[in-house]
């Protein structure tokens, strides 16, 4: 008989934190969502960054020479 009111209990308790984890995202969803919003955007930038990075000096159109002790051009 206990063990099955322990059950209950957990299972019921479990169901609360369900119901009210949902309610604070449904109450805070705009402080999730621009957080994650911005490290997503940092992480496509920082990708975006690398890919082009690959093509230094490589163009076509803008390579040159560098002169001796010069720097690339993109870091």
Known sequence: ?????????II???LMVMVN???????HWVHIL?????VIGCYLDRRND???SAFR???LLYRREL???EEATWK
Not at 1 to 9: I, L
């Open 34 to 38: 621009v957080p994650l919003g911005f």
């Open 1 to 9: 008989m206990f063990y099955r009111t322990a059950n209950f209990c």
């Open 50 to 52: 690398e890919k082009l």
């Open 21 to 27: 984890f949902a309610q604070a995202v449904r109450d």
């Open 67 to 69: 002169k001796p002790g």
């Open 57 to 59: 000096n490589k163009s």
């Open 12 to 14: 019921r308790i479990t």
